[in-house]
C-alpha cells in the first residue's frame, strides 16, 4: 500500500530542512526544531496539520522579526522547490497578516509561488480585505510568470477544493471577473485551467452570469472557447437549456425526442461491491439533420443514510447525422474509492442523451464476501 501524503514530512524532510535554515541562520537550532516539530501527536496529525505544525515550528526558531525571518526564507527558496514547500507561502499566511506586512507579504508569495503554490495561503488575505486583494490579483494576472498568474485566478476561485471558502464571492462573483476576462485566452494551459475552473465554481451559484460571459467570449479564440466549454461543465451536466443551445447540442421536446428509441442494459444485474459491472446501450436517433449529443449514464448512489445521490458518467459527445444507430459497452467498477464509499441496495442506472432520460435499468448490490452472511 502505497504510503499516505502526509508521510512527506518526516524527520529526514525536518533535518533536510533545518539545515538549509541553519546555512542562512547559524543561530538556528537544528535539534530543537525537529524535536518541537515531531512532538505528540505527530502521527496522528494529517497533510494540513503537519504542515501547519512544520510552519508554526518555523515561527518559533527563526527570529521573531517578520522581516528578518522572509529574508531566511528568501535565502534559501530556490532550493525548496515542489509540494513539501507549501511551508513558504504557509508562513506568510500565518505571520504576514498585519497590515503593516502587506507589501512584504505580497512579494513573499508572488516569489514562493512558482516553487510550490501559494493558492491557499492568499484565502485568509481576501477573507480580510477583498477589495484591496483583488487589486492585487488583477495585477497578478497581468504577470509575466505563468504560475503568478494562475495564482490569480486560482486564488480567488470561490469554491477550491480543500480550501477556505469564500463566501463573499459565493453571494457576488463580480469582483472575481476582471481576473478572468484577463486571463480568457492566456498562452498557458496550465492558466487557462484555472479559469475555466473558476467559472465552474461560478456556475454553481451564480448559472446566469456564466452563461453571459461564455456569450460574450465565445469565438473570440481557440484558447478562450475551450474556457468556456470546460467552465460550462456542470451546467451541461444539468442540461442547462441555454448552455445546451450555446454549444450546439440539438434541443428536443416531448413531441421531438432524440432517440427514438433506446435500451440499457447491466450484466450481472446483481453483484458484490468491489465487483464490475457491463453496461451496453443501444438507441437509434430521430431521422432528420445532423445533431449533436451528448450521451451519458447516471447512477443513482445509495448512500448510508438510504437516500439516493445521482453522479453521471460520460460515454460520447459528438455529432451524428439523423437516423443513426449507436451502441456501445462500459465496463463500470464498484470497488470503493477514495472519493465514494458504495452501500448496499438497489441502484437504478438511466442512459441520457442530451440530459434527457431514455432507458434505465437497476443493479442489485449487495455487501462484499468479507461482510456477507
Known amino acids: ?34 524535536a518541537a516539530a515531531l ?17 508554526e515550528t518555523m515561527g518559533a526558531f527563526l527570529p521573531q522579526s517578520y522581516e528578518d525571518a522572509i529574508k531566511i526564507l528568501f535565502a534559501i527558496d530556490e532550493e525548496c522547490v515542489g509540494f513539501p ?22 512579494a513573499a508569495l508572488e516569489r514562493f509561488t512558482p516553487k510550490s503554490s501559494a493558492e491557499f495561503a492568499v484565502r485568509p488575505f481576501l477573507l480580510r480585505d477583498p477589495q484591496r486583494m483583488m487589486v492585487q490579483m488583477l495585477s497578478w494576472s497581468q504577470h509575466p510568470n505563468e504560475h503568478v498568474r ?56 451564480h ?52 432517440a427514438v428509441s433506446a435500451a440499457l442494459f447491466v450484466e450481472p444485474s446483481v453483484l458484490r461491491i468491489g465487483g464490475s459491472s457491463e453496461l451496453a446501450y443501444a438507441l437509434t436517433i430521430r431521422e432528420g439533420e445532423a445533431v449533436r449529443i451528448r450521451i451519458e449514464y447516471g447512477i443513482d448512489f445509495v448512500k448510508a443514510g438510504g437516500k439516493t445521490s445521482r453522479k453521471l458518467f460520460l460515454l460520447s459527445d459528438k455529432t451524428v447525422p439523423g437516423g443513426t444507430r449507436l451502441t456501445g459497452k462500459r465496463i463500470h467498477s464498484w470497488a470503493d474509492l477514495t472519493t465514494r464509499r458504495h452501500y448496499a441496495g438497489s441502484h437504478t442506472i438511466s442512459l441520457l442523451v442530451n440530459g434527457r432520460e431514455t432507458a434505465t435499468a437497476v443493479l442489485e448490490l449487495e455487501p462484499p464476501d468479507d461482510l456477507a452472511e
Open 39 to 55: 512532538k505528540d501527536p505527530w502521527e496522528e496529525l494529517e497533510l494540513k496539520g503537519r504542515m501547519r505544525r512544520v510552519t
Open 150 to 205: 494562475r495564482l490569480s485566478s486560482e486564488g480567488c476561485r470561490p469554491r477550491l477544493p480543500w480550501a477556505q471558502a469564500l463566501p463573499v464571492f459565493k453571494r457576488d462573483p463580480s469582483p472575481v471577473l476582471p481576473v478572468l476576462e484577463q486571463l480568457k485566452a492566456d498562452p498557458s494551459l496550465y492558466v487557462r485551467k484555472s479559469v475555466a475552473n473558476n467559472l465552474n465554481d461560478i456556475a454553481k451559484d
Open 207 to 258: 448559472p446566469e452570469v456564466v452563461i453571459a460571459t461564455a456569450r460574450r467570449w465565445q469565438g473570440q479564440s481557440a484558447h478562450t472557447d475551450w474556457i468556456i466549454r470546460h467552465g460550462c461543465r456542470t451546467l451541461i451536466r444539468k442540461a442547462d437549456p441555454a448552455v445546451m443551445a450555446l454549444f450546439g447540442y440539438a434541443e428536443q421536446a416531448d413531441d421531438t425526442p432524440l
Open 85 to 106: 514547500y507549501l511551508i513558504f507561502p504557509d508562513f506568510v499566511e500565518v505571520f504576514g497578516g498585519d497590515r503593516e506586512h502587506w507589501d512584504l507579504s505580497m
Open 1 to 34: 500500500m502505497a504510503e499516505p501524503l502526509k508521510a512527506i514530512y518526516n524527520e529526514d524532510f525536518l533535518r533536510s530542512f533545518g539545515s538549509k535554515l541553519k546555512s542562512a541562520y547559524k543561530e538556528f537550532e537544528l535539534e530543537g526544531f525537529v
